[in-house]
Every structure is written in C-alpha cells, then in structure tokens.
C-alpha cells in the first residue's frame, strides 16, 4: 500500500516562508503528476500548484510569483516553497499524487497559519 507523508506546515508572520515536502512511497505504479491543494475553514479545497514528471508546473494565480513546487523523481518527494505567505494562506494543505494509470492519491493534510 502506498503512502505519502507530508512535512513541514506551522505557523509563520504574514511576509515569512514556510516548505512543505510531501514524500511518495510503496507505490508500485510510477507517479506522473505530483501536487499540492489547499482547504480553507468554510471553503471548498482548490489547487494550489501541480508538477509533472516532466517539470511542467501549474499555479493558482494567487500564489504565482510567491510559492515555487518542485520535485526529486529519485526520492519521489514534491515541495513547496511558500514565500511572502499572506493571512488568506491559511488552510490546510494537501498533497495530492496520480500514478500512470490515472489513480490519485491524498495526503493527510498539514496545517498552514499566517497571522497578520
């Protein structure tokens, strides 16, 4: 069975940065699209920024020029750079994989706080 495990959520001033890491493992089929998503109290989860296998990356408009997602394919592990973090950041954050037969899978979740 397949697990991800998510890392390094917390609480930061509006204008700091926090990582996330999201580590892939036990999957037996390769993963092509690797992502984050985001669910604020109240509000519908959305995406927050997707990465290929390839490197190709999608943002929400909201956190373009401030957050980063990159990937290690060799430690199947996808981050999140999170910079210049903003109060409406706030929420839990969820990384979410797709394997090559279209299965996605969900972290537990880790909680982001900005306090302004």
């Known amino acids: 069975q397949g697990q991800l495990v998510e890392s390094g959520g917390g609480s930061v001033q509006a204008g700091g940065s926090l990582t996330l890491s999201c580590a892939a493992s036990?999957?037996?089929?390769?993963?092509?699209?690797m992502g984050w998503y985001r669910q604020a109290p109240g509000k519908q989860r959305e995406l927050v920024a997707t990465?290929?296998?390839?490197?190709?990356?999608n943002y929400l408009d909201s956190v373009k020029g401030r957050f980063t997602i990159s990937r290690d394919n060799a430690k199947n592990t996808v981050y999140l750079q999170m910079n210049s973090l903003k109060p409406e950041d706030t929420a839990v954050y969820y990384c979410?994989?797709?394997?090559?037969?279209?299965?996605?899978?969900w972290g537990q979740g880790t909680q982001v706080t900005v306090s302004s």
């Open positions: 979410k994989v797709r394997n090559t037969l279209m299965r996605e899978y």
């Open positions: 036990r999957y037996t089929v390769s993963i092509n699209i």
């Open positions: 990465i290929s296998s390839g490197g190709s990356t």
